[in-house]
């Protein structure tokens, strides 16, 4: 996957950007004058894909964004572990960040899950000296995870037990928006945080216990992506897609009151604060086809371009933040503005 990828960003040449860039206007449009290379298609990164994860389509086109993104980097991850594990072999395999392991809900919470020993396992004292156990798997740096990865605090609640708390790394924060009450991003980071009822756990004389979770903010990532969880199954097997649109800024804050409380004092305001540089949008109604269009912000540019297959034109930032019923924003990529 390095050297596919090394491939991929070699096909790419500087686009010339005058100094002083010649505008037209159309109608009431300015337009900037940009001159774009030939365009080409990475024919390898599809075969690639195909090869190495069988569920993809033949040709490896028509796939989900979210989950081609979370592809791309748990393969690159996992290949510059595998050869850091050549330099240092006593480093252990890291877990993949997004895998089913790492999601909210994804896993049993370890309420009464015997953890395995290859999981650290410390007790912390936190806020009004409460006692919780933490776990967190093994977990090796590499410059992925250097640029993409955070982690999350799962914190399972049981009355006259002490907390338990799993430590998770991820890739993309995946934020539900299904609830009728989320029109914002913003929204959507708090019902992430949101204190929530856990059912079905019972205790060795059958009878239920009462447990809740809540999940935090326990480390932020220089690159910050969110996942607007627009794809929904049902219960009778079907996929649809939510359309609604969801507002997001260019400037975004991420609150204290969403971070672990252990971290909350020392994470600076510079540090939770990022702004956007791209969006990646899915075009169309149906949850199992469609289209997907990218805008990214240019430094040569000072601006942002619309990027449609081999069509890029200009834009501005009121078109990036403007959404329809056709085009709605599926991936959010933010940057920390204390690394711009």
């Known amino acids: 996957m390095i050297d596919n990828f090394v491939r991929l960003v070699n096909e790419f040449t500087n686009m010339p950007v005058p100094s002083k860039t010649k505008q037209q206007t159309v109608g009431e449009k300015v337009i900037k004058d940009i001159r774009t290379g030939v365009p080409f298609e990475p024919t390898y990164i599809y075969r690639l894909l195909t090869l190495i994860k069988s569920s993809l389509s033949e040709k490896g086109r028509q796939e989900d964004a979210e989950e081609y993104l979370g592809f791309t980097l748990n393969g690159l991850h996992e290949e510059m572990l595998a050869l850091k594990k050549l330099i240092s072999p006593q480093e252990e395999k890291a877990p993949t960040p997004n895998g089913p392991e790492s999601q909210p809900g994804g896993e049993e919470d370890g309420a009464d899950k015997e953890e395995e020993g290859s999981e650290d396992e410390w007790e912390q004292v936190g806020p ?63 019902m992430l945080v949101a204190r929530e009822s856990v059912q079905g756990y019972t205790s060795k004389t059958k009878q239920e216990i009462e447990i809740s979770r809540r999940v935090t903010l326990e480390e932020l990532p220089p690159v910050l992506v969110l996942h607007l969880k627009r794809f929904v199954f049902e219960k009778t097997g079907g996929c649809q897609k939510l359309t609604k649109n969801i507002d997001y800024p260019v400037d975004l804050e991420i609150s204290k009151d969403l971070l672990s409380s252990g971290v909350r004092s020392k994470v600076l305001k510079g540090q939770r604060t990022y702004r956007l540089f791209a969006v990646v949008y899915h075009h169309g109604n149906s949850a199992t086809g469609g289209h997907y269009t990218t805008d990214v912000f240019h430094i040569g540019l000072n601006g942002w371009l ?33 690394l711009l």
């Open 128 to 190: 009004r000296n409460k006692i919780s156990v933490t776990r967190q798997a093994d977990f090796v740096r590499t410059p992925i995870t250097d640029i993409f990865g955070g982690h999350i605090r799962s914190v399972v609640y049981q009355q006259n037990s002490k907390e338990s708390a799993t430590l998770q790394p991820f890739f993309t924060l995946q934020l539900d928006i299904q609830s009728e009450k989320i029109r914002t991003v913003q929204e959507a980071l708090e």
């Open 306 to 338: 619309r990027i449609d297959d081999q069509a890029v034109k200009v834009i501005n930032q009121y078109q990036v933040l403007k959404q329809t019923a056709e085009r709605t924003a599926y991936l959010l990529y933010y940057r920390r503005v204390d």
